[in-house]
């Protein structure tokens, strides 16, 4: 139903920064609460950051906060992923993600709408 696709992945060397995309067509996008999750190999998917429907909260892992800003623009039906002063340990595909039932949500059980992912490689 809500298709999701994220861009802007890459490879930076550490310290350096990426920004990241999330971007639909859907008209109701400002109806969504949108994540941001990682997934780096032999780990569980993690969750990296959350806005609400309007954009006015938003909530950070421990592990990025400071660092990652998480911002929307609902007028381009777009979400993004500001990631500044990379670490090797944020290797990981990033995965874009989206629900409706709560206005910001942490846990990736209440998300309903996901990207296909886009790979991020910081290198030391």
């Known amino acids: 139903q809500l298709q999701l696709v994220e861009s802007g992945g890459g490879s930076v060397q550490a310290g350096g920064s990426l920004r990241l995309s999330c971007a639909t067509s859907?008209?109701?996008?400002?109806?969504?609460?949108m994540g941001w999750f990682r997934q780096s190999p032999g780990k569980e998917r993690e969750f990296i950051a959350a806005i609400s429907r309007g954009g006015g909260m938003t909530n950070y892992a421990d592990s990025v906060k400071g660092r990652f800003t998480i911002s929307r623009d609902n007028a381009k039906n777009t979400v993004y992923l500001q990631m500044n002063s990379l670490k090797p340990e944020d290797t990981a595909v990033y995965y874009c993600?989206?629900?409706?039932?709560?206005?910001?949500?942490?846990?990736?059980?209440?998300?309903?709408?996901w990207g296909q992912g886009t790979q991020v490689t910081v290198s030391s």
């Open positions: 859907k008209r109701t996008f400002s109806s969504y609460g």
């Open positions: 993600a989206a629900q409706t039932v709560y206005a910001i949500a942490t846990l990736e059980t209440r998300y309903n709408y």
